[in-house]
């Protein structure tokens, strides 16, 4: 298993309109999510009123480059024009896993 952790910057949207963009990831990504091989989890935090942090959980790096390719229409509609840069992303295979 593989986990991806990705921090997101965005420029200065109001918390309505972040509100709303969550609200649409849970809705509207969350499916595309579930239908993408490999998929077990994603987690998304918002540390600060213009950050989110991912942390993504696959069962390979393969499953998640595959799925690049079915989130990019709606990354490139909901998220990408909200930016303020590119996202830092760090990939790796999970060495230990501690679970209830």
């Known amino acids: 298993m593989c986990?991806?952790?990705?921090?997101f910057h965005f420029r200065p949207i109001g918390q309505e309109a972040m509100d709303?963009?969550?609200q649409g990831i849970g809705q509207?990504?969350?499916p595309i999510a579930r239908e993408c091989p490999g998929f077990r989890a994603v987690y998304f935090s918002r540390p600060s009123?213009?950050?989110?942090?991912?942390?993504?959980?696959?069962?390979s790096p393969a499953d998640?480059?595959?799925?690049?390719a079915r989130f990019g229409p709606y990354l490139a509609q909901h998220i990408v024009p909200?930016?303020?840069?590119?996202p830092d992303r760090v990939s790796a295979e999970i060495d230990v896993a501690i679970l209830p």
């Open 64 to 68: 998640w480059e595959g799925a690049q």
């Open 49 to 59: 009123d213009d950050e989110v942090l991912t942390t993504w959980l696959w069962d």
């Open 28 to 30: 509207d990504f969350a």
């Open 82 to 86: 909200h930016l303020a840069g590119p």
């Open 20 to 22: 709303t963009m969550m």
């Open 3 to 7: 986990t991806v952790v990705g921090r």
